[in-house]
């Protein structure tokens, strides 16, 4: 029994090698070795059938003509590529938070720069999320179907300020469509002060003779390609999500739309779609009470679109209706996102710790406001969480020192038992008893703090908050790896020293196996960003500390 807790680590410890091998398969473009995907490889740039400024339209995929999955009746949405005719035009309007860059074909959104947020290698440009261009297709189209009306392709005049003022906390752009078979669509973007959510107003004009029931479309269009930078050693989400009110948040795998198998909610009054990777995110809202039907669907090799579709009803000849919307685009910093819309916060992905993950944001950024450092933030975190854990960690590291103190007596009786595995076990057990060492004592302690330790991992993954924020001397990027290895390298050492107070396993095998788990999971510390690795140590020392004044209190130092 006393070898249980060794093996169920060791299992885990395993099937993770198996994954990080598979990652690296995956990143380096191979098919993984253990777990077959049935995902095909993406491909290194954006599709070639739609590079910015393409001369004409003529290859409109197949795709496109099909009706999207929850839209009603025989409209459907136009294809996501956008061609460039001839009159297009790119207009650039910058706030003091967002750059942005439309185009007058469809009035659509086709390039966002985050002032406030530095590129990941280029840290004097700002990062870009919406970007057209031969590596990027990741674009936020609108318009109308169920007729001839104007759509994301028709070209549009624009009129409005470009800049943000001094002392204005608001920037109107306009663009104004022709008439098409009897609509004419006015499309008005509106940005605020210090904010990436912005309102977009669609006004539809009947210019005919008789009555139409347009429908509004409001849809994002992404390759399927990983963000640049992505670490091949942890894997964080990129793809499509919805949420409603029913379901909550359901991400959506390029791989499900490509195989026909994306499981969601198609139609609801509430919720938004979005657009998800690593640190960002980009979502389109209705107000709730909005029926909506919302689709994935694929549009062109390695390029999707989610979006939603709402009716705006019948619009009499000479009148006019107006359908709001709302357009977010920025970093998934967890208090904007809540302060936009509710369940928005969810595109900061925690994964299945999410209920534990949000009170732990909490408390980290509350250390945060009055440390002043993510970094100093982090190892506060961490104490308090050790401070909390205290008692159940003394009860699983007394367990371990009193197995570390009887270890030469169950060493002693393996040796002159090795031959009679039965009469072993029996004597074991003896020991145990007369000891009063129960094996699994410093097992259950430990399990119980593991989704609370795992849920950290992921604030601290997801946090863009952590994205370029310093920590100390040479930790310039608490996102990034150290760049000079020392953090792994005390990681490492920790983690031994670690390895030196717990009990010897008996077997010998164990126990050069457990010298040698340390070195091989610093390998992996290497390529984790330093704000991880600086968890790790804290949580290491602290332990380190808890279990030396244990086993000095029992009297087994050394042993």
């Known amino acids: 029994m006393n070898d249980i807790r060794r093996t169920i680590l060791w299992v885990v410890f395993g099937f993770s090698l198996v994954l990080l091998w598979d990652q690296w398969q995956v990143f380096n473009g191979r098919n993984p070795t ?51 005719p001839t009159a297009s035009e790119r207009v650039v309007v910058t706030t003091d938070v967002l750059k942005l860059t439309f185009d007058t074909e469809g009035g659509s959104l086709v390039q966002s720069e985050f002032i406030q947020h530095d590129d990941l290698t280029e840290k004097d440009k700002p990062f870009v999320l919406l970007d057209q261009s031969p590596n990027r297709y990741y674009v936020a189209q609108t318009g109308l179907i169920g007729g001839s009306f104007p759509t994301h392709k028709t070209p549009m005049s624009v009129s409005g300020e470009r800049t943000l003022k001094d002392g204005a906390n608001e920037l109107v752009l306009r663009f104004e469509s022709a008439d098409l078979g009897g609509v004419k669509l006015v499309k008005t973007w509106t940005l605020k002060r210090g904010g990436y959510d912005m309102r977009v107003r669609h006004e539809i004009v009947n210019t005919g003779t008789a009555p139409v029931s347009p429908q509004v479309y409001l849809q994002i269009v992404r390759d399927g390609n990983k963000p640049p ?21 359901q991400k ?36 709730d009470g909005v029926p909506r039907d919302l689709f994935a669907r694929k549009v062109d090799t390695n390029l999707y679109a989610v979006g939603m579709i709402t009716p705006a009803g019948p619009v009499e000849p000479g009148a006019s209706k107006a359908i709001d919307a709302e357009f977010f685009v920025g970093p998934q910093a967890e208090k904007t996102l809540e302060a936009v819309a509710p369940g928005l916060e969810l595109v900061k992905d925690y994964g299945i710790f999410t209920i534990i993950s949000k009170p732990l944001y909490w408390l980290l950024d509350k250390l ?33 020192a009193k197995m570390k103190a009887i270890n030469p007596k169950v060493m002693e009786m393996r040796e002159r038992l090795k031959d009679k595995p039965q009469e072993m076990q029996q004597e074991m057990m003896r020991i145990y008893r007369e000891e ?16 609370v330790f795992i849920a950290l991992y992921w604030v601290l993954l997801s946090s863009v908050e952590m994205r370029h924020a310093p920590w100390i001397g040479w930790i310039k ?13 005390v990681m490492t050492a920790t983690s031994l020293f670690q390895t030196w107070l717990n009990p010897t396993p008996p077997d010998p095998m164990q126990a050069k ?17 330093a704000g991880l690795v600086l968890y790790w140590i804290t949580n290491n020392v602290l332990s380190i500390a808890q279990q030396w004044f244990i086993n000095k209190r029992l009297g087994v130092l050394g042993k």
């Open 34 to 84: 253990f777990l077959p995907s049935t995902k095909p490889p993406a491909s290194a740039t954006a599709p070639a059938a739609a590079p910015p400024g393409a001369a004409s339209s003529s290859a409109v995929p197949q795709a496109a003509n099909t009706t999207p999955a929850g839209a009603s009746g025989a409209a459907t949405v136009p294809d996501g590529k956008t061609t460039a």
């Open 477 to 489: 990027d608490l996102s990034a790896p150290d760049p000079w290895f020392i953090l792994p390298i």
């Open 252 to 287: 959506i795998e390029f791989k499900d739309i490509e195989n026909n198998k994306a499981d969601f909610v198609k139609e609801a009054t509430n919720g938004y779609v979005a657009m998800v990777q690593h640190y960002f995110a980009s979502a389109w809202l209705l107000k």
């Open 513 to 529: 196996l457990m010298w040698i788990m340390p070195l091989a999971f610093s390998v992996m510390f290497i390529f984790f960003p």
């Open 368 to 400: 945060h406001t009055m440390l002043g450092n993510w970094g100093w933030a982090i190892v506060a975190l961490v104490v308090v969480l050790k401070a909390a854990f205290y008692w159940l960690n003394a009860k699983a590291y007394a367990s371990m």
């Open 436 to 451: 009063k060492v129960n094996p699994m004592g410093g097992c259950f302690p430990i399990l119980v703090q593991i989704p």
């Open 229 to 249: 930078g992505e670490s091949s050693f942890y894997s964080t989400f990129t793809g499509p999500a919805v949420y409603t009110e029913a379901k909550k948040y």
